[in-house]
């Protein structure tokens, strides 16, 4: 018979706001904050390091980020239309 795993615990500070997401987004999922951490705790470990991009956690391609930032400052607006025609017509010149 194995003998019993002993669990450690592992301590981190956050900011209040952060820890009640935290929670949220775990409950809203179906699991917990522990688990979570011990699921990110596994995938570090079998991967060596972080097991997404910490710059990008998010893993949208250069383009994609390109396209969202040109949205969020507005350089791809080249509208209103007056019509749904008029749109197509402006996308087609590109």
Do not use: Q, W
Request: contains cysteine; charged residues 25%; proline residues 9%.
């Amino acid at each position: 018979m194995p003998a019993p795993t002993t669990m450690e615990p592992i301590t981190a500070k956050l900011r209040h706001e952060e820890k009640r997401a935290f929670a949220a987004t775990c409950e809203s999922i179906g699991t917990t904050p522990s688990n979570a951490i011990r699921i990110f705790v596994s995938a570090f470990n079998k991967r060596g390091g972080f097991p997404f991009d910490p710059s990008n956690p998010y893993g949208f391609s250069l383009e994609t980020l390109a396209a969202m930032d040109d949205a969020v400052n507005k350089r791809n607006l080249a509208g209103p239309f007056d019509s749904v025609e008029d749109m197509f017509a402006a996308l087609d010149k590109d």
